[in-house]
């Protein structure tokens, strides 16, 4: 430890000096964004004493009431009752081993396999508050605590470190181990010291800054940063045993903890917020948040910081890739259309309905409205800088234009239209793009309208979103119902006939390699210089993603999206798709049409719903991490299992879901799964969503196989769950016996399936048909039964018009069915309040028709619970086919459909007072039967009571 | 003579059900088309029909989106959404967006004259699963998604509460009542229950107009 670099600390001296001096710089126009966990998020308590993450990327968070573990999505609590030794939690470290430490006020405990254990010893030796647990590098275990100075276990024994033996208090925050084998320790009497013969001690008249030590950070293999409660003290070990202890003196830092990340900068979390100093070389203190005391601060695998508060739980910062601008930080409207920032860092900000606001590179601001101004509408569609340096703004009621020494005038000439988009030909010439009369060609030299283009000069319309000429000199006329490209004096218009997936163009934009892309409702299209079509169909969770801007920067198409911004390299073959959401910071996830601005640095300027975004697109620091994926459980005959129970299916009833989820610290909605049935799944599936539906399966072994991949491509190593479906007893699902029995058409179309491809995809399919495939058939059905009523409307014979009648009716009656298992597997129509509604509706639309009355008594204290897709159907079912028996044949005037409470299962009553079940040795049909069966399939019991009418009374039932 | 434009993509469903509603003596049935944006287009230039039959799915801009266009320039004109299936979600959807009704593509020609005149006399109808869900949407506090202040403020608006009358109904329609129960039991006629209904619909509309003006930038406004 001898000490050598003495230029290099007289450099470091110099520079820590000047932080003294360095005003502190806050920003107040922008915001900062964070993302939160506490109360509302299901964190146990708002004041976060301690973070960690542990190896599958849960992060684990101790309060005052609580330790919770957050997987990204959900909070789980930890308490006392789960063998936690006390509920406040002081600390939490995890270890090489994969051991997660929790220290509380009260004793330590170890975490592992699921499982608390309290730390032997602790309990009955420390009754003071834990502030630090470490591992030492020989394996030992140190443990500071407040008030009873630091206990070190090596195994067997504890061995106590106190002012007995030599520390200078008994409370101590901090310990360090350095490389040359010496113990720091950060104590409310100075920075205590070991290096293997005595303690020695730093203090104030070594000039530390403050006696009460609360950090020990190390800087480098010569120093060490301590954070003390009045500022932050840089310690040298220069020499055999002496130190000089360099004051970066600020009496306004009150200093829990400090922290350098893994890009070198220094976060200091202290009493009155979070500071930051981006560069020790170049120190500048820097307000990160202020809002209220920041006990500790911690970087997660991913690189990003988080920051646990007394009172607001704990944060993410998300600073580094976004920063906003609010209504709250002066906006004049959330709503930011357009957005320009000029060579002289001049940012102008296009509101809709709020004018415009010009920000001056010195946080200057300055609003322009109709009220205040010649602004001619406080709803601007678009801002360009014109080669004069003037500013032009297309507004829904005409153009204003601004100058910098003069001002916003108005330009009189033009007429009167709602103005989308303004571009630049030539020093004189502007394309004006209107949304009632096509697009003109403005002199602004001669204050004429050189040329009008509208549909009479063959424009597909006259309502037109943008306008951008390419380098070939051909303009591209954006509109709602196609493209015109204009070349010269000929006009070729592209629409949803030549192949367009869709014709709402929002953005266009030049593509490096010539390529036109232009943005539309459902994603991308590109048209290619050999004269093809690509197109780029956006997609989430099922649902098209609209793009409202679409632009190419650093190998990349960046996309403006209803789910925030979206990139993805259109060379892959199957690209990667990131997405940037709200979730992550920015402002919101829905981006406005063509509100974006990429500005000299290389920052996105995003206009949203919610405000505005600056971005930064090159954020070469983010590390890319695997997400952990779990297979949460599977649900099965109403019963929901663990992943690692092995499932037994019964033939006839084999369907399943399998949720899971991954475990991210980033926005969890942007991680995608890939899974398959081994041996069964030709090919991996992707999704969105955290759950998916096998249905039907074959009898044999199968082995469902799960990966995650992060939003950075990462994909995560598998899991799997084991099921098999037994042989069957019978061949007949209730899927095919419908279909059967309601239409033989429908079931040639599936059996027609069946045989091209194997019997998994058929499944999938099968499902799948519930939500598209159903609409064709539907819409097929539909059509029958309406050219059934038409053809009645005729002057046909009796005959035929029977006929046709049947026809009609036949075909809504599997329309209805279908309706009815499009109802069923949609996952929206989980609760039993859905159940109850779907009931009446059949009910009341059945007995529109008779003279029955029918009561409900409905007793649904648990309307809002979910319940199984299954048991859903099969009591639906049941009901169904009871009020439809009772309107068939018991001549019944009144129906009572009751559905109530019975310790700890459900009743379910349908009664009539009708003339009660037929004579026995009469048939009674499939429709007791039927109802048997699925009383079987839910476990509950079916009674048939004849007694003043029928009775169908379904006990024990499991909602 | 009133008239009747419908949006449809399906080419054969259209057909029938134009052919038919022209038929009638109190119809018009003329102008059909396969997209929200062409009839947009003629409504710029020429006479707006009194009722517009709808498809949600439709291809380029969806239904409900399309609704909202429509009804946000032309709120004189009426909206029925047609759909396959009882999807209560996408009903509920288009009746934010302004629908006065919504129709089964595959209720019987006669029926489909009948909900038009409904429409036409004022009133609207309201099944069981659609009620459930204007219950939930009235009594949950801040139902629209915070988008700008002005936009709060007439959300606040009592104007656009249920009313004790309207409740009523709703509460009714969810317990399972028939109209005519709900009528019997509120001493009131069947045309206005219906009418009620429509009012309902139409608070339901002003409430989730704050969503409007934002997506609607991508298109219209």
């Known amino acids: ?959 | 003579m009133k008239e009747i434009s419908i949006i449809e993509d399906n080419e054969k469903i259209r057909t029938l059900i134009q052919k038919f509603l022209d038929n009638q003596p109190e119809f018009t049935c003329t102008r059909v088309f396969d997209a929200v944006e062409p009839f947009l287009q003629e409504l710029k230039t020429k006479t707006h029909p009194n009722v517009v039959l709808m498809d949600i799915d439709l291809p380029g801009m969806n239904g409900i989106e399309g609704m909202k266009l429509i009804k946000s320039q032309y709120p004189n004109i009426e909206i029925i959404m047609l759909t396959i299936y009882h999807d209560s979600h996408k009903i509920f959807d288009s009746l934010c967006a302004g629908a006065s009704g919504y129709l089964l593509k595959h209720t019987s020609l006669p029926e489909i004259k009948e909900s038009i005149e409904v429409v036409l006399n004022g009133g609207s109808v309201m099944s069981p699963q659609i009620a459930r869900k204007v219950m939930t949407y009235f009594s949950s506090s801040g139902h629209t998604p915070d988008l700008s202040k002005e936009a709060k403020e007439a959300d606040k608006n009592a104007e656009n509460e249920l009313t004790m009358r309207e409740r009523e109904i709703v509460i009714g329609l969810v317990d399972g009542l028939s109209y005519k129960m709900i009528g019997d039991r509120m001493d009131i006629s069947l045309d206005t229950v219906r009418a009620h209904i429509r009012n309902i619909y139409r608070k339901l509309h002003v409430n989730s107009k704050a969503e409007v003006i934002a997506k609607s930038l991508r298109g219209e406004i």
């Open chain 1, 1 to 959: 430890m001898i000490f050598r670099a003495y230029t290099f600390i007289t450099k470091l001296i110099f520079l820590f000096a000047i932080i003294q001096s360095c005003s502190i710089s806050v920003l107040n126009a922008q915001v900062i964004p964070f993302k939160t966990i506490s109360l509302d998020e299901g964190l146990s308590q708002s004041v976060v004493q301690a973070i960690t993450q542990d190896k599958f990327g849960y992060l684990w968070i101790g309060t005052e009431y609580g330790l919770n573990r957050f997987n990204g999505k959900r909070v789980d609590a930890f308490y006392q009752t789960n063998g936690l030794p006390s509920n406040n939690i002081t600390e939490v470290y995890y270890d090489n081993a994969g051991v997660l430490w929790v220290g509380t006020d009260h004793g330590v405990a170890t975490y592992l396999n699921e499982q608390f254990n309290i730390f032997e010893g602790t309990d009955t030796l420390i009754q003071n508050p834990i502030n630090k647990i470490i591992h030492h590098p020989d394996g030992s275990v140190w443990i500071a605590t407040e008030g009873s100075g630091v206990w070190h276990y090596d195994g067997l024994v504890f061995e106590r470190w106190n002012t007995d033996n030599g520390l200078p208090s008994d409370s101590v925050r901090d310990i360090y181990f350095d490389n040359d084998r010496i113990i720091w320790m950060a104590t409310r009497n100075g920075v205590a010291y070991f290096d293997g013969t005595a303690i020695r001690v730093v203090n104030k008249d070594e000039g530390l800054s403050d006696e009460k030590v609360r950090s020990l950070t190390p800087l480098s293999n010569l120093s060490l940063i301590a954070g003390t409660r009045n500022g932050i003290t840089l310690l040298f070990k220069s020499g055999d045993s002496e130190h000089i202890a360099v004051n970066m003196r600020n009496q306004l830092l009150k200093v829990n903890q400090v922290m350098l990340d893994s890009r070198s900068r220094m976060w200091i979390a202290e009493e009155s917020g979070l500071w930051r100093i981006d560069d020790i070389n170049k120190p500048a203190l820097e307000l990160i948040y202020n809002e209220t005391f920041v006990s500790s601060v911690f970087e997660d695998a991913s690189g990003s910081i988080w920051f646990g508060t007394f009172g607001n739980g704990a944060l993410q910062y998300q600073g580094d890739a976004f920063i906003n601008y609010t209504t709250d930080s002066g906006l004049p409207n959330a709503v930011v259309s357009s957005v320009y920032q000029t060579k002289d860092k001049v940012t102008w900000v296009g509101t809709f309905g709020g004018g415009v606001l010009r920000m001056a590179p010195n946080g200057e601001k300055q609003v322009f409205q109709r009220s205040n101004s010649s602004l001619k509408d406080n709803r601007i569609f678009h801002i360009i800088e014109d080669e004069s340096n003037r500013i032009w703004f297309a507004t829904r009621n005409g153009i204003n234009r601004y100058k910098e020494g003069i001002g916003l005038q108005q330009i009189p000439r033009i007429p009167n239209d709602k103005y989308r988009f303004i571009h630049q030909v030539s020093h004189d010439l502007f394309w004006l793009a209107s949304e009632e009369n096509g697009i003109f060609l403005w002199n602004d030299r001669k204050q004429t309208i050189e040329r009008e283009i509208t549909t009479k000069e063959g424009l597909i319309s006259n309502s037109v979103r943008v306008v951008e000429a390419s380098s070939d000199g051909r303009l591209w006329v954006g509109t709602t119902n196609g493209i015109s490209m204009i070349d010269g004096k000929t006009v070729t218009n592209y629409n949803l006939a030549t192949g367009l997936i869709n014709q709402v163009i929002l953005d266009i934009f030049e593509g490096w390699d010539g390529r036109i892309w232009f943005a539309h409702f459902m994603g991308l299209s590109s048209l290619n210089k050999d004269g093809t079509w690509s197109h780029y169909p956006l997609e989430f969770k099922g649902e098209p993603l609209a793009a409202y801007v679409v632009r190419e920067f650093d190998d990349y198409l960046w996309v403006g999206t209803n789910k925030g911004l979206v990139r993805f390299n259109h060379k892959q073959k199957n690209p990667q798709i990131k997405f940037y959401t709200a979730d992550m910071g920015l402002v919101s996830d829905e981006l406005n049409k063509g509100s974006i601005f990429i500005d000299t640095e290389g920052y996105f300027w995003l206009g949203t719903i919610r405000g505005l975004s600056k971005f930064d697109p090159l954020l070469q620091y983010e590390k890319k991490i695997q997400a952990t994926v779990l297979i949460d459980e599977i649900e099965a005959q109403g019963k929901r299992n663990e992943a690692y129970e092995n499932i037994e299916l019964e033939y006839d009833d084999n369907h399943f879901e399998i949720h899971f989820s991954a475990i991210t610290t980033q926005d969890p909605s942007t991680i995608q799964f890939r899974y398959r049935l081994r041996d069964a799944d030709p090919d991996w599936q992707t999704t969105y969503s955290n759950s998916v539906r096998y249905a039907g399966l074959p009898d044999g072994d199968y082995q469902f196989q799960l990966q995650s991949i992060s939003n950075d491509g990462i994909q995560s190593q598998s899991v799997y769950a084991n099921v098999k479906v037994l042989p069957p007893f019978w061949r007949a699902s209730w899927f095919i016996f419908l279909v059967l029995s309601s239409l033989f058409v429908l079931a040639y179309l599936i059996v027609n399936n069946i045989r091209v491809s194997k019997q998994v995809e058929v499944e999938r399919m099968r499902v799948r048909i519930a939500g598209d495939l159903h609409d064709d058939v539907g819409a097929s059905l539909t059509e029958m039964a309406l050219q059934a009523d038409f053809i009645q409307s005729y002057p046909l014979s009796d005959e035929i018009k029977e006929t046709m009648q049947q026809l009609g009716d036949m075909s809504r009656q599997v329309v209805n069915t279908m309706d009815d298992i499009v109802w069923s597997i949609d996952a929206r129509n989980d609760t039993v309040g859905d159940l109850t509604d779907r009931i009446q509706d059949f009910a009341n639309q059945i007995l529109s028709r008779t003279a029955i009355q029918i009561y409900y008594h409905f007793d649904l204290r648990d309307e809002k619970r979910t319940i199984h897709a299954d048991t859903r159907q099969n009591v639906y079912l049941i009901c169904k086919e009871a009020v439809n028996n009772a309107v068939k044949y018991s001549e019944a005037t009144e129906i009572h459909l009751s559905l109530r409470h019975d310790k700890n299962a459900c009743i379910l009553e349908i009664k009539d007072n009708g003339k009660g079940l037929p004579e026995s040795g009469k048939k009674t049909g499939h429709g007791l039967k039927n109802m048997q069966l699925r009383a079987k399939r839910l476990q509950a019991n079916l009674e048939f009571i004849s007694d003043k009418g029928l009775t169908v009374r379904l006990t024990n039932l499991k909602l």
